[in-house]
C-alpha cells in the first residue's frame, strides 16, 4: 500500500480545539467549529496523536488490542487520518 508506505512513519499531532468522552465515542471539535464524533478506536488514534507516536507505532498497538487484518487497519488508519486531516483535527509532522 503506497500510501502507508509514505505515512507510516509520520507523527500525528491532534490540533483539535477540544473534546470530551461520551461513552464509546469521543465528541472533537475543530478550529472550524464543524463536530466530529469518533468511535472507541478512532478515539484511541487521537488520543495517541501526541506528536511522539508514529502512525507505524499507533498500528502496532491496535494489532496487539484487536484481532484484525493488518493490511485492512492500514486502509482505516489511513482513512481516518485523511478524514481528521481534512477537517482541521490533526496534522502530520515528520520525515
Known amino acids: 500500500m503506497i500510501v502507508w508506505q509514505w505515512i507510516k ?6 490540533i483539535s480545539v ?25 478515539g484511541q488514534i487521537l488520543e495517541w496523536s501526541d506528536g511522539f ?6 498500528e502496532k498497538q491496535l494489532l ?3 484481532d484484525v487484518d493488518e493490511q485492512e487497519l492500514r486502509r482505516d ?3 481516518l487520518i485523511r478524514d481528521l486531516q481534512w477537517k482541521r483535527l490533526i496534522k502530520l509532522e515528520g520525515e
Open 9 to 14: 512513519n509520520k507523527k500525528p499531532v491532534n
Open 18 to 42: 477540544k473534546q470530551r468522552r461520551e461513552g464509546n465515542v469521543i465528541v472533537v471539535c475543530g478550529r472550524t467549529l464543524e463536530i466530529c464524533y469518533l468511535n472507541k478506536i478512532g
Open 53 to 58: 507516536n508514529t502512525l507505524n507505532d499507533v
Open 64 to 66: 496487539k488490542i484487536y
Open 77 to 79: 488508519i489511513v482513512d
